[in-house]
């Protein structure tokens, strides 16, 4: 009889239960790894409220930490007993999108259609990290070693929001003195605005209403923040540049009044870059798109991935020019995965980020 493990798998729209499960068998490219700290995104909540498809009996999570317990055969360049990060997107390295540049979009393309996010496996189309064990497909394109200097906490945001939230930064092409405006504060909008300091932004304007993330916003780069249920934000936005609009607007959270918002503050050739997840038809209002005459470029990012991406990532967080483990706002064990599901789903009690420890 197959070994076993606990693993949060999905039940059915609105639950996620925590059950037994056979620890996976790895082929010769993968890596067994034992998951130490991982936690729960909201990608994670689309799919518990039925929101976002996966099958049934899957093994939710996409951001996990731990150590190698055991290597494929073809695997070389890590040992057993090594902790390693694997990044939310797994590209295989060798495909269409990895050989344009587009990891992320690895496995998207076929010849039935075009499927989005191709690159997402863990707690999509395969087995993920909310478990002990998880199989690391295409291992040598997609772990990274973690430093001893560093805690497991520290590194919880590289695999998925800090890679993501830079993404927003990068894709929006920040530069040294431009004006940013980032749609709401909340892990991946937080990591946008850190990404946007880092890239030159010298000046960050973050919209949200909740307190705590407004003054999380600051410690993250923000210059101003607002309070859209005191004061609409594309006006305080405008009054805010003297009416000249931001070089960039970045859409963090999918709805479509906030990617209308990032849209209207643009200056004449801004960019707006969107990481949000819609789960409506977005419009395009013909006047905040000054009739498809604007020069104003609408771009959209999907979390990079793969062990180049997560060195990245690792090496901004070990030389300290930024720190996101004040993200982790609650702590759990695996066993009470159900009941962090249901903080977090609900946004109860300031929750930013939660980390589960196995």
Known sequence: ????????????????????????????????????????????????KGEYAVERGLTIGHEPVGIIEKLGSGVAGFREGQRVIAGAITPSGWSNACLCGCGAQDGAGTRHGWKAIGG?????????????????????????????????????????????GFAGAETGEVKIGDTVAIFAQGPIGLCATAGAKLMGATRIICVDTVPARLVMAKQMGADEVVDFKKEDPVEAIMRLTDGRGVDVAIEALGTQATFEAALRVLRPGGILS????????????????????????????????GKERMRRMLDVVASGRVDLSGLVTHRFKLDQIEMAYDLFANQRDGVLKVAISI
Request: proline residues 6%; charged residues 20%.
């Open 120 to 164: 997402w496996r863990f707690g999509n189309t395969i087995d993920g990290c909310q478990a002990e064990y998880l199989r690391v497909p295409d291992a040598m394109a997609n772990l990274a070693p973690i430093d001893d200097a560093v805690t497991d906490e520290q590194v919880l945001m590289c695999p998925d929001i800090m890679s993501t």
């Open 1 to 48: 009889m197959a070994a076993k493990m606990k693993a949060a798998i999905f039940a059915e729209k609105g639950r996620i239960v925590l059950d037994d499960k056979p620890i996976p068998d790895i082929g010769p490219q993968d890596v067994l790894l034992k998951i130490t700290t991982t936690t729960i995104c909201g990608t994670d909540v689309h799919i518990l």
């Open 274 to 305: 969107s990481l949000g997840v819609y789960s409506d038809d977005l419009r395009i209002p013909l006047d905040a798109f000054a009739a498809g005459l604007g020069n104003k470029s609408i771009r959209t990012s999907l979390c990079p991935g």
